[in-house]
């Protein structure tokens, strides 16, 4: 398989260029893969959720989703407002004008949907959890990355050596955490 890392890898000659470059691609890889988007009716469930433990507007459901998913999603306005609206329209939630922002809360209705539907909040998953799961593993390539970069800054010749082995030895221990059974 053909590696789209610059050659020479880390630590080749005098390549600090190429170091970077490797770590930039490194980066975009794990945060494409982190994103703050959801499955379809994960909001709609987080939502729901969350205003079963109590009322609330529209900026604290996004802020309490973002904080019970340990940074890893944070919807958008355009993705929460729109369901809030939803979820009114078939009468599981209302609205009630609080200093000038709308508190929404369940209907009964709505505790009984929340009560039948014997699901769990979205954040509730083991991915989910801060500094577990997907949202770990990115953070950490990131920070493994900047590290590598620093020493191909700053370090000599031993120092990036000494580097280069210890991302080799990384590489084949994750390598064999895949090969587990």
Do not use: C
């Amino acid at each position: 398989m053909g590696s789209s890392f610059p050659t020479g890898g880390f630590g080749a000659g005098n390549s600090i260029e190429g170091m970077w470059q490797a770590m930039e691609q490194l980066r975009s890889r794990f945060e494409k893969q982190t994103g703050t988007r959801a499955g379809r009716g994960e909001v709609r469930t987080a939502v729901l959720a969350l205003l079963a433990e109590q009322p609330m507007h529209g900026y604290q459901i996004i802020h309490e989703i973002e904080e019970r998913s340990g940074g890893s999603w944070k919807p958008s306005a355009g993705s929460v407002y729109p369901t809030l609206q939803l979820l009114a329209d078939e009468g599981l939630i209302s609205a009630e004008e609080s200093n000038g922002r709308k508190i929404y809360s369940l209907t009964d209705e709505g505790r009984e949907a929340v009560a039948d539907a014997d699901t769990t909040a979205p954040w509730g998953s083991a991915g989910a959890t801060p500094g577990h799961g997907f949202a770990a593993l990115p953070k950490a390539g990131v920070e493994l990355a900047q590290a590598a970069a620093q020493v191909g800054r700053t370090g000599s010749p031993e120092q990036i050596q000494q580097a280069v082995t210890v991302l080799d030895e990384a590489r084949r221990r994750l390598y064999s955490i895949l090969a587990q059974d």
